[in-house]
Nanobody, 120 residues
Framework: QVQLVESGGDLVQAGGSLRLSCAAS?????MGWYRQAPGKQRELVAV???????NIAESVKGRFTVSRDNAHNTIYLQMNSLKIEDTAVYYC?????????????????WGQGTQVIVSS
């Protein structure tokens, strides 16, 4: 059982930046970030594998970057130029399958979520 501990959520003004972190209790192939805004489905934001493969959703490409520190089993999400529509609970995800991490109903492990609020 992988434990995921997230941090970094906060209240920030539009145009600002935040960095989210998620530490896993042990190494796992695929880690990622999802987000869920009120009244919306949880959506994939970014994925990073232990082998260095990364992927960012089109909706945040150019503003968000994902990185991973394998030595510390940690994934980061750097969020720049934040917009009001980025407001959501951000969830860390982990899975032993690169395929399954991309499907919210197949993800094996979830963090507790960290709130990001972007104000005008």
């Amino acid at each position: 059982q992988v434990q995921l501990v997230e941090s970094g959520g906060d209240l920030v003004q539009a145009g600002g930046s935040l960095r989210l972190s998620c530490a896993a209790s042990f190494s796992i192939l695929a880690m990622g970030w999802y987000r869920q805004a009120p009244g919306k489905q949880r959506e994939l934001v970014a994925v990073a594998t232990s082998g260095g493969i990364t992927n960012i959703a089109e909706s945040v490409k150019g503003r968000f970057t994902v990185s991973r520190d394998n030595a510390h089993n940690t994934i980061y999400l750097q969020m720049n130029s934040l917009k009001i529509e980025d407001t959501a609970v951000y969830y860390c995800a982990a899975d032993s399958s690169i395929r399954d991490i991309a499907y919210r109903n197949l993800v094996d492990y979830w963090g507790q979520g960290t709130q990001v609020i972007v104000s005008s």
